[in-house]
């Protein structure tokens, strides 16, 4: 999503915006696959927006002035792009098998991260533990703030108006249409992000799992379940 109307949007300093023009399903357009569609944009066919022609103008600056050099500008977006919800899976499998790691994690996820070795950046990240009874879900309803440098970029829907609208209001709606039926005893807690604090959700450790090794479990924590729209499910035997 853009947020081009918004020119004096400054919520967050890291937004991510989309700018590559819309994917769309080459298989129906009848050509071999591999082969480049005749009508796929490219990156500059797309609209030049204020955020872009910002980021531009700053990092030209940047360089200009020998702030920074081309390679670490370089390093730094890489090092961005690199950060995935795997990283956020290590944090919960290792909460799952170690309860003095967990309450260290529920404490201060960026100190916890920095153990196993993850830089989870500056903007402090809490995480919510679920429970038995107690569900809890993350959105930014301003705009699309994110724990990103701990699991990467958000998915389109988390910065869609629907979703930061809709989940506020009517939360078990909402997950019923990701799949996830909450009973009506269970309470769910929505968190609203910041720029100056992101939210991850611990979930339930499921039952079935017992003497698994950290790698196995971290498996099965994936993206939504980080964000809060998905459990962590046991695959069937
Ligand atoms: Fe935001």
Not at 49 to 54: D, G, R, V
Not at 66 to 78: C, H, Q, S
Not at 107 to 120: F, H, R, S, T
């Amino acid at each position: 999503m853009s947020h081009d109307q918004e020119p004096d949007h400054d919520h967050e300093p890291d937004h991510d915006h989309e700018h590559r023009g819309h994917g769309h399903d080459h298989e129906s357009h009848g050509h071999p696959p591999g082969q480049r569609h005749p009508f796929q944009p490219d990156l500059e066919d797309g609209p030049y927006s204020w955020h872009m022609a910002l980021t531009d103008a700053v990092a030209d600056l940047l360089l200009a002035k020998g702030l920074i050099t081309a390679d670490e500008l370089r390093r730094t977006l890489e090092d961005i792009d690199s950060k995935s919800p795997a990283l956020g899976a290590r944090l919960v499998a290792r909460a799952w098998v170690d309860p003095a790691f967990k309450a260290r994690l529920l404490a201060d996820v960026n100190a916890a991260a920095a153990e196993l070795g993850i830089d989870a950046g500056p903007i402090p990240i809490r995480a919510v533990e679920c429970a038995p009874g107690e569900h809890h879900v993350i959105v930014c309803t301003l705009c699309s703030c994110y724990p990103r440098l701990l699991l990467g970029a958000a998915p389109d829907w988390y910065k869609a108006r629907a979703y930061r609208s809709r989940v506020v209001r009517e939360p078990r709606p909402v997950l019923a249409e990701f799949g996830l039926e909450l009973d009506p005893e269970v309470a769910v807690i929505v968190h609203d992000s910041t720029a100056e604090l992101r939210f991850m959700v611990l979930p339930e450790r499921p039952a079935g799992t017992e003497g698994w090794d950290e790698e196995r479990l971290a498996a099965l924590v994936t993206r939504d379940c980080l964000i809060g729209v998905a459990r962590p499910r046991v695959p069937a035997a």
